[in-house]
């Protein structure tokens, strides 16, 4: 491979299979204003400040990492519901973010969103049935009116959920049918990438299994994207193909799930495993917590150079001056091996911090 293009392929790795979504220095600043007659911008929360990674057809990327580090806006912008400051999202090659509103709308058609609260994002006022045919107004192409009761039946029982219920209302259904009816309103218009942000993160932890098994059997039986969003690193392991790590706006390390669980290089990645629950006994007395001194700076002023340096344990001059770049770290490139993924770190280096499992 010539090295340019090597050098390319480091900092982008490549999914597991064809990208079907591209995503390249994605920002999106919020203004923050002061006055109230003549309103004046005094600076920018920087919520997603330069995000690339691939999702690849038929492939899961989870994004973990701590409250308000800018999950929710990608999500949102990969989905329309926010318009980028700067950067491009390619669907299929294509770049979404400059499209016309027409040809927008056909695109959008194959990118739905499955939200967080079930309690919040169902409309108490209209019944299943409504809620979950509503996509058919906008696009009445994918489902002509006869079509569309017997269009939402088939989808409440691709979800598990009886058909009988359509004239049902949202709180005549628990909070796990709740996502259920928000999965199958999110598979109406037969996308071909669902973002799911926080799905499960509001249920009962009996009932997350449940929801997180019914994603994987629809992404099986559809061929779904999905790039899934949560907290809890123990569900984005076990749901996700590759992982990316986000802090303050950015993606600190990305790899395949064993990458980043077994051979993190990046030291946040690495604290927040270490804060994982470990099930073995023995595994866990053997194990070092590691402790984040500090808050999470704020995104309307991020650190200089490495943005996660006010809590890094080995921070040095270098870390002020230089913004680390996500590509695999050089002492990697020619190793090879599972360490040999993208961390921005000018300091990576492998640290074991949860057991290593069979998976390969
Ligand atoms: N519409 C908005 N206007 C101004 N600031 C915003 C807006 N939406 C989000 N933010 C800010 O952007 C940052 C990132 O927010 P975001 O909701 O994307 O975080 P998150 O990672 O999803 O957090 P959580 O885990 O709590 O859901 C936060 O500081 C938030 O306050
Ligand atoms: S670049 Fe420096 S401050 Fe940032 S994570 Fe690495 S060692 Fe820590
Ligand atoms: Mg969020």
Not at 89 to 95: A, N
Not at 270 to 290: G, Y
Request: with cysteine; charged share 25%; glycine share 8%.
């Amino acid at each position: 491979m010539p090295e340019l293009t090597k050098e390319i392929a480091d900092a982008h790795p490549t999914p597991t299979a064809e990208p079907i979504l591209e995503v390249r220095g994605l920002v999106k600043h919020f203004p923050l204003t002061q006055g109230i007659l003549f309103k004046k911008q005094i600076g920018a929360v920087k919520a997603v400040d330069g995000v690339d990674f691939d999702l690849g057809a038929g492939e899961t990327l989870g994004i973990v990492g701590e409250s308000g580090c800018g999950k929710s806006t990608v999500a949102k912008l990969l989905v329309n519901l926010e318009q980028p400051t700067a950067g491009e999202i390619r669907y299929k090659g294509e770049d979404i973010t400059k499209l016309s509103a027409r040809a927008l709308k056909a695109v959008r058609r194959n990118i739905q969103m499955v939200f967080q609260d079930p309690y919040t994002s169902l409309n108490p006022r209209m019944t299943v049935g409504d809620i979950i045919g509503e996509p058919y107004e906008i696009h009445p192409e994918v489902a002509p009116k006869g079509s569309r009761r017997q269009k939402v039946q088939e989808l409440l029982d691709v979800v598990g959920l009886n058909p009988e219920y359509i004239n049902r209302y949202p709180h005549q259904f628990s909070g796990g049918q709740r996502q259920r009816i928000g999965i199958a309103r999110g598979l109406a218009l037969r996308p071909e990438i669902i973002v799911a942000d926080e799905p499960v993160s509001a249920l009962d932890v009996s009932v997350q299994a449940q929801v997180v098994n019914l994603l994987e059997k629809l992404q099986d039986e559809f061929g779904l994207s999905y790039v899934f969003i949560a907290h809890d690193l123990s569900i984005v392991r076990h749901i996700s193909d590759r992982v990316g790590v986000m802090y303050l706006g950015r993606i600190v390390e990305i790899g395949s799930d064993r990458q980043i669980y077994e051979h993190p290089t990046h030291p946040y990645t690495q604290a927040l495993l270490s804060a994982v629950p470990v099930p073995d006994p023995d595994a866990r007395l053997h194990r070092e917590r590691i402790i984040l001194s500090g808050d999470v700076p704020s995104p309307a002023n991020p650190p200089s150079g490495c943005r996660f340096r006010t809590r890094c344990w080995k921070a040095q001059e270098r870390c002020e001056l230089e913004v680390p770049e996500l590509a695999v770290p050089a002492v990697f490139r020619l190793e090879g091996g599972p360490a040999a993924h993208p961390s921005a770190c000018h300091f990576a280096e492998e640290k074991q911090v949860v057991p290593e499992t069979d998976e390969t």
